[in-house]
């Protein structure tokens, strides 16, 4: 099945500055790629998403980008504010068994004044 | 509109207890989607449902887990003889429709169980 692993699983960043965080899948047949944030005690919610048909996606201040060949896809928070402080987890799906929406184990992100 | 719902928000029981977690899906949303955080760890797949009927059950981590869904809309999630390895926050969350395009799934904020 798929195996989807994520780094670093801390970040501290200093207000301003730029956070990346990259994700690796094992399945090449995953063709959707979405990054969820979590701020404490609160649920997860998308904030943006990719397909395999694309290689780079932005919105604002987040932008992903996917490498099919390499089978990496990362995060980038450019200008990072003190609300961007949460727990971002990166997923992977394959459609066939799309039911399994595989996770990343999360990337904890400080972003300190 | 509102968004997906969990009950109870909070649950301690104790070990060999049965419990039931509760989830109500956005209204006309067909697919549904249980999930496991423990502490620290990421989201585990448990189940998913298409209408009432759950074509994946692989996710389910021993038989002393079920879940239904009945009219196309709550779902619950019911864990037999707990164990203290069960203690996590159980995500729901549904999607418009589960097509080979994936579609994007709204969580629920969580029903955290702790098996003492």
């Known amino acids: 099945g798929e195996n989807v692993e994520q780094h670093p699983s801390t970040l501290s960043v200093q207000e301003g500055d730029s956070a990346v965080i990259k994700c690796t899948y094992s399945d090449s047949a995953s063709n959707y790629f979405p990054w969820y944030k979590q701020e404490l005690g609160k649920r997860p919610q998308l904030i943006i998403d990719i397909r395999s048909n694309v290689g780079e996606k932005k919105d604002q201040r987040i932008a992903v980008t996917l490498n099919k060949t390499a089978k990496h896809f990362s995060l980038h928070i450019t200008e990072t504010q003190p609300e961007d402080s949460a727990v971002y987890f990166c997923?992977?799906?394959?459609?066939?068994?799309?039911?399994?929406?595989?996770f990343g184990t999360g990337t904890r992100l400080q972003v300190t004044l | 509109g509102a968004g997906v719902s969990q009950s109870p928000s909070n649950k301690v029981t104790e070990k060999g207890k049965d419990v039931e977690l509760r989830c109500d899906p956005i209204s006309g949303h067909t697919a549904l989607y249980w999930y496991r955080q423990s502490l620290g760890q990421g989201l585990e797949f448990l189940i998913y449902?298409?209408?009432?009927?759950?074509?994946?059950k692989s996710g389910l981590p021993s038989d002393r887990f079920s879940a239904e869904r009945t009219g196309g809309s709550v779902s619950t999630l019911t864990i037999q003889r707990t164990q203290q390895e069960d203690s996590a926050v159980y995500l729901c969350a549904s999607s418009l429709r589960h097509t080979a395009v994936q579609e994007t799934q709204y969580f629920g904020p969580g029903t955290r169980l702790l098996v003492l």
């Open positions: 997923a992977a799906l394959a459609t066939g068994t799309a039911s399994k929406l595989t």
């Open positions: 449902f298409q209408g009432n009927s759950a074509p994946d």
